[in-house]
């Protein structure tokens, strides 16, 4: 697999994995007071409710770690890949999702900062406060098949940090997780979904595979695999609103209507 300057493959992807949805989690919780007031925030009953579906539906949860080995031939991919992730590595995910995604026989992708001194989500954003995942938790999910990628080190705006922070911010995280789980970590997700190419560059020049975005990269699935493109899951979402993300070519018609609204507010400007 050879990748371009611009961090797209250029090898042939699978075609039934291009639109393989990636799902972005942040919150699960159980009071449904905070859930209703935070975007970010799921219920755990609903959250539960999302993994019946995602069953039902034939979906099976890969990791971007799957992804790539399928790619060089080492693991075989199932029928209908789905990957679900989990931004900013907060303990509740430990302590809801977790034993739900296990009792399914599922599997994720979470994504910590790699300062390990930081015990709270203390950067400032309009979220409840509540305490990160320690390192024993990390490497529990990690042993358990859980991929563990990279939030930065301590969740700052990369695109108007300096360069040298934001080359630490990026280059850290992932030399610190290694050393808690002694095993590489090849994925990162950019803290507020902010990136630009340098920011892309510093996270392929740091060792990573792979760089998830939010709103800004292609709607097919790993066109570029340094912007992959996720499904933002909000408090509201429910059922009917899981299974629109998942059965349905979501992501394309959110990628037109973005696109839309940029054309539209550039004509007005």
């Not at 799957?66 to 060089?72: F, G, K, S």
């Not at 296990?102 to 992708?109: C, R, T």
């Not at 406060?129 to 700052?156: C, D, K, N, P, Y």
């Not at 299974?243 to 973005?258: A, I, S």
Request: with cysteine; aromatic share 12%; net charge neutral.
């Amino acid at each position: 697999m050879e990748i371009s300057n611009a961090g797209k493959l250029t090898s042939p992807i699978p075609i039934h994995t291009t639109d393989l949805k990636v799902l972005m989690y942040h919150h699960i919780l159980n009071d449904r007071h905070v859930v209703r007031k935070h975007w970010n925030c799921v219920h755990v009953d609903r959250f539960r409710q999302h993994l019946e579906w995602i069953e039902r539906c034939g979906f099976t949860t890969i990791t971007f770690e799957d992804y790539r080995l399928a790619l060089n031939g080492e693991l075989p991919l199932p029928k209908k890949p789905i990957v679900l992730t989990f931004d900013d590595g907060y303990l509740n995910i430990y302590n809801y999702a977790y034993p739900i995604l296990q009792e399914f026989g599922m599997k994720a992708v979470i994504f910590v900062l790699g300062d390990r001194s930081r015990k709270n989500n203390d950067w400032g954003y309009e979220e409840p406060v509540v305490q990160l995942l320690e390192g024993r938790h990390i490497l529990e999910m990690h042993l358990a098949g859980f991929e563990i990628g990279s939030h930065s080190l301590t969740h700052v705006r990369l695109t108007v940090a300096p360069p040298e922070v934001t080359w630490k911010e990026i280059y850290y995280s992932r030399m610190t997780l290694e050393s808690l789980l002694n095993s590489p970590v090849r994925t990162f997700s950019y803290p507020y979904g902010r990136l630009n190419d340098t920011v892309k560059k510093m996270v392929a020049d740091a060792g990573y595979l792979t760089g998830c975005g939010v709103y800004t990269g292609p709607p097919e699935f790993y066109a570029d695999q340094y912007d992959i493109r996720r499904i933002t899951i909000y408090n509201r979402t429910g059922v009917p609103g899981i299974l629109l993300r998942t059965c349905m070519p979501y992501q394309h018609f959110d990628w037109m209507r973005m696109r839309t609204r940029q054309t539209l507010r550039s004509e007005v400007e």
